[in-house]
């Protein structure tokens, strides 16, 4: 079965910057859109942060994150990644990447199939 697996993730300070990664085995970045997700705290609903679509390349960003953040993807590599600047504590969570179904304008997790997440801790 594939996988997904996260990194990247770490502690920085307000204003600094982390690259997260999404591994995905199976090349299955070539039919699957990826999304992020954050998670503040066990029990806390997961957020959705950003999705790429895997036919279209068309992006959606939450606005809490729009302008700081950027999605990409390398299906050669079959990764995509999270680039995130000007980072604010608020940022602080576990950053999850899904399948998901991706537009322009939403996102929603499909299949059930996330990586197990990567802590990132933004200090003031």
């Known amino acids: 079965q594939a996988q997904l697996v996260e990194s990247g993730g770490g502690l920085v300070q307000a204003g600094g910057s982390l690259r997260l990664s999404c591994a995905a085995s199976?090349?299955?970045?070539?039919?699957?859109?990826m999304g992020w997700y954050r998670q503040e705290a066990p029990g806390k609903e997961r957020e959705k942060v950003s999705?790429?679509?895997?036919?279209?390349?068309?992006?959606y960003y939450e606005a809490s994150v729009k302008g700081r953040f950027t999605i990409a993807d390398d299906k050669a590599k079959n990764t995509v990644y999270l680039e995130m600047n000007s980072l604010k504590p608020e940022d602080t969570a576990v950053y999850y990447c899904?399948?998901?179904?991706?537009?322009?304008?939403?996102?929603?997790?499909?299949?059930?199939?996330w990586g197990q997440g990567t802590q990132v801790t933004v200090s003031s």
């Open positions: 999705c790429i679509s895997s036919s279209s390349g068309r992006t």
């Open positions: 899904a399948a998901v179904y991706c537009t322009g304008l939403y996102f929603t997790e499909v299949y059930d199939y």
């Open positions: 199976g090349g299955i970045l070539s039919i699957i859109s």
